[in-house]
């Protein structure tokens, strides 16, 4: 028995493709750059994940026991397969082996809080799954499902994400207080001035998420009944207009803060002290 033309059109006939679309072969009328941004957005991106995935598994160079500065791409180091001195938490964990990273506990939640993260499906929609590139440019996806099916329902669970990272930002803020107390006892470098203002930026970021402004005062009713929740909703609404700009210098300061911590423990370069 054959199905209804119409049935056939529906599934077939989407998007740009759709019954009521103009009929334009082109994929766009555009002529200026549109792909220069979904272009430096990919790479941007892809920068970031290859640096991040290779130091993962270096497991060197991520401890500065003088000081007591470590990468956060590390913390918390929880195994035995830790350096002596990088677990501020124990090591609950025996040996590791070397295909699983050092901070293989929280890795996969700041993955998934970044992952599904609302401006950055924004970005990698549009710059790696083209959906859609720019404006006024057919995307080449015949369907769409939205975020309602295997993998993408998972961005569903972006508030839970957003708890384990306030967590993983405590932990990373914990590792930057202690690192003002090196084997000299206290002290200030470059060193931790750097992680210091990698932290703060975190919690730009963090606290700037959707999930924590609709946390504090999304679901209330009348603001005038919880003036203290309103005060932290409205600090809160302010940073989160600037949600996209601290998700991407938050990439770049975990770089050079890693980047850093790899050049002092390596013996590259030597830590800039202003006090001991």
């Given at each position: 028995?054959?199905?209804?033309?119409?049935?056939?059109?529906?599934?077939?006939?989407?998007?740009?493709g759709g019954p009521n679309r103009?009929?334009?072969?082109?994929?766009?009328?555009?002529?200026?750059?549109?792909?220069?941004?979904?272009?430096?957005?990919?790479?941007?991106?892809?920068?970031?994940?290859?640096?991040?995935?290779?130091?993962?598994?270096?497991?060197?160079?991520?401890?500065?026991?003088?000081?007591?500065?470590?990468t956060p791409f590390y913390s918390?180091?929880?195994?035995?397969?830790?350096?002596?001195?990088?677990?501020?938490?124990?090591?609950?964990?025996?040996?590791?082996?070397?295909?699983?990273?050092?901070?293989?506990?929280?890795?996969?939640?700041?993955?998934?809080?970044?992952?599904?993260?609302?401006?950055?499906?924004?970005?990698?929609?549009?710059?790696?799954?083209?959906?859609?590139?720019?404006?006024?440019?057919?995307?080449?996806?015949?369907?769409?499902?939205?975020?309602?099916?295997?993998?993408?329902?998972?961005?569903?669970?972006?508030?839970?994400?957003?708890?384990?990272?306030?967590?993983?930002?405590?932990?990373?803020?914990?590792?930057?207080?202690?690192?003002?107390?090196?084997?000299?006892?206290?002290?200030?470098?470059?060193?931790?001035?750097?992680?210091?203002?990698?932290?703060?930026?975190?919690?730009?970021?963090?606290?700037?998420?959707?999930?924590?402004?609709?946390?504090?005062?999304?679901?209330?009713?009348?603001?005038?009944?919880?003036?203290?929740?309103?005060?932290?909703?409205?600090?809160?609404?302010?940073?989160?207009?600037?949600?996209?700009?601290?998700?991407?210098?938050?990439?770049?300061?975990?770089?050079?803060?890693?980047?850093?911590?790899?050049?002092?423990?390596?013996?590259?370069?030597?830590?800039?002290?202003?006090?001991?």
């Amino acid at each position: 028995m054959s199905r209804p033309a119409s049935s056939v059109a529906s599934r077939t006939a989407a998007g740009v493709g759709g019954p009521n679309r103009a009929r334009i072969g082109a994929r766009t009328l555009r002529t200026d750059r549109w792909w220069l941004p979904p272009l430096l957005t990919t790479l941007g991106l892809a920068t970031f994940v290859i640096y991040a995935t290779i130091r993962s598994f270096m497991r060197e160079s991520y401890w500065v026991a003088e000081h007591h500065y470590l990468t956060p791409f590390y913390s918390p180091c929880l195994s035995d397969s830790c350096v002596p001195g990088s677990s501020h938490f124990g090591t609950p964990f025996g040996e590791l082996p070397g295909f699983i990273p050092l901070g293989f506990l929280v890795l996969p939640f700041l993955l998934g809080f970044r992952l599904t993260c609302y401006y950055y499906r924004k970005a990698y929609y549009r710059s790696v799954w083209l959906s859609p590139p720019a404006c006024a440019v057919a995307e080449p996806h015949a369907r769409y499902t939205g975020e309602t099916r295997l993998p993408l329902i998972i961005q569903n669970a972006h508030r839970y994400f957003f708890y384990v990272a306030l967590v993983i930002t405590l932990i990373n803020t914990y590792d930057a207080i202690l690192a003002f107390g090196g084997e000299a006892g206290f002290g200030v470098g470059l060193g931790n001035l750097v992680l210091l203002a990698n932290v703060v930026l975190l919690w730009c970021y963090t606290l700037s998420c959707h999930s924590c402004r609709h946390a504090v005062g999304g679901r209330l009713k009348h603001f005038s009944k919880h003036p203290v929740r309103y005060w932290m909703w409205t600090q809160i609404t302010k940073i989160n207009d600037r949600h996209m700009m601290f998700a991407w210098i938050t990439l770049g300061t975990l770089v050079l803060t890693d980047l850093y911590v790899w050049l002092v423990a390596s013996g590259t370069i030597t830590d800039l002290r202003f006090i001991n």
